[in-house]
Structure formats: C-alpha cells, structure tokens
C-alpha cells in the first residue's frame, strides 16, 4: 500500500531508507532489516495419507487450532544472512530483548548497526526501557542507528522479502506446535546463509523521484 497522493511524511521515510540501501557493504556498520509475521500452529486431528508416486500427501479437512507463534524476521541483505525468532507474544518486552540479541550475539563486533524496521508500536526505542535497567537501554540503543519505513510502505523493509520467501518456502503447511515450527524454520535457514542467498535490491531514490512522482507534494515557486 502507498498513499494515494502527495505526502511529505511519506517521501522523507522512503527516501531515508532508500539512502540506507545505497550504501556499500561494511562489516563494521551493518545493514540490519526487522520485521514479524504471526503463524497459525494447527495440529491435525486424523493422521495424513502419506504421498505415493502419482498421489501427494492428502490431509484430512478437519484440524485443531493450537494458538499461534510470532516470528521475528532479522536479516542482513547484503551479506545474505538472516535468522528468526519464534516467540510465543509479540510484546515490546520480547522486542527488546530481541534487540539485545542482535547487538550482543548477531554483531558484537559492530561499531553501529543500521536498522531497518516498520513503525510497529512495539517498534521503539522506549520499549527497551521497558525491558531493561535505564544503564543497559542506553547502552543496547547507542549501538544502533534506526531508520524506519513510511507508514504503508512496509514493501521497503527488506525483511518482510525474506518473510514471504519463508512462508512460500516452509510455512505454507499445517505445523502443530512450537517446537516443530523452530525446528522447521532452523531446516530453512540454513542452507539459505550458507548459500548467502542476497537480496539484489535495485529501486533507488532516482526511481522513486520518476515512478512515483505523484507522492511527492507539488511545490509552489514564489
């Protein structure tokens, strides 16, 4: 989704991440994209009719909703890496320590991460606050530097890309349980940071300026 029409608040997002994009790779300022998605865990209620050549697997139309997962998606595009999070909520409290998760065991090395994130109300430097004492909020916060994408513009946080391929991928499927989802995602990513599948992002702010001229206000020379 994009607005409509001309929206300044929209355009200076976009083009501050569309600068992020830009930069060269640089293991000492990484480029770090967060997004998460909710998956339905779904036991099955009948056992499933196993594929034979010529048949797939048939699954019975009754199923038994077992509560959902939220996934954190983090992913360094440029360097071809991700990993996921499963956490049972998706509170400001489970966002901050995933946030210490990637300052302290992601790039403990790093001078500053650049972070590329949505506007989720959790999305914030004040949850980890909420988190942590005020001495260790600062201190996980002064590692990062934040830029986040436009409202309705999602489609310029990176992350949400691997997020699709991972549902594409692995999730389109009943998965019963936690457990199993963590162990089904660990089987997905691997292979995909040992391949160092990266993602070739190529819309720059010259694009946006051409293909999406209506978003920019209309300036009025006095």
């Given at each position: 989704?994009?607005?409509?029409?001309?929206?300044?608040?929209?355009?200076?997002?976009?083009?501050?991440?569309?600068?992020?994009?830009?930069?060269?790779?640089?293991?000492?300022?990484?480029?770090?994209?967060?997004?998460?998605?909710?998956?339905?865990?779904?036991?099955?209620?009948?056992?499933?009719?196993?594929?034979?050549?010529?048949?797939p697997?048939?699954?019975?139309?009754?199923?038994?909703?077992?509560?959902?997962?939220?996934?954190?998606?983090?992913?360094?595009?440029?360097?071809?890496?991700?990993?996921?999070?499963?956490?049972?909520?998706?509170?400001?409290?489970?966002?901050?320590?995933?946030?210490?998760?990637?300052?302290?065991?992601?790039y403990?090395?790093?001078?500053?991460?650049?972070?590329?994130?949505?506007?989720?109300?959790?999305?914030?430097?004040?949850s980890l606050?909420?988190?942590?004492?005020?001495?260790?909020?600062?201190?996980?916060?002064?590692?990062?530097?934040?830029?986040?994408?436009?409202?309705?513009?999602s489609?310029?946080?990176?992350?949400?890309?691997?997020?699709?391929?991972?549902?594409?991928?692995?999730?389109?499927?009943?998965?019963?349980?936690?457990?199993?989802?963590?162990?089904?995602?660990?089987?997905?990513?691997?292979?995909?940071?040992?391949?160092q599948?990266?993602?070739?992002?190529?819309?720059?702010?010259?694009?946006?300026?051409?293909?999406?001229?209506?978003?920019?206000?209309?300036?009025?020379?006095?």
């Open positions: 989704m994009i607005p409509p029409q001309g929206n300044a608040g929209f355009v200076c997002a976009m083009e501050d991440v569309l600068e992020v994009y830009q930069r060269p790779y640089d293991p000492r300022y990484p480029q770090v994209c967060l997004d998460e998605a909710t998956k339905q865990l779904v036991r099955e209620t009948r056992a499933s009719i196993e594929a034979a050549p010529g048949r697997e048939r699954h019975d139309d009754e199923y038994e909703r077992n509560g959902t997962a939220n996934l954190f998606m983090i992913s360094e595009p440029l360097a071809g890496r991700r990993r996921v999070k499963v956490t049972d909520r998706r509170t400001r409290v489970d966002f901050a320590h995933v946030i210490r998760e990637l300052v302290d065991e992601d403990p090395d790093a001078e500053k991460i650049v972070l590329v994130m949505d506007n989720l109300n959790t999305h914030k430097p004040a606050y909420e988190a942590f004492e005020p001495a260790e909020a600062r201190r996980l916060l002064d590692k990062l530097e934040i830029h986040y994408t436009p409202k309705h513009g489609w310029l946080d990176m992350a949400e890309i691997e997020l699709n391929v991972l549902q594409k991928q692995c999730l389109d499927r009943r998965l019963p349980d936690k457990p199993t989802l963590i162990e089904e995602i660990a089987a997905w990513q691997q292979p995909r940071n040992n391949a599948c990266k993602v070739d992002w190529r819309f720059t702010t010259e694009d946006a300026r051409t293909k999406l001229k209506k978003l920019y206000p209309s300036i009025q020379v006095v």
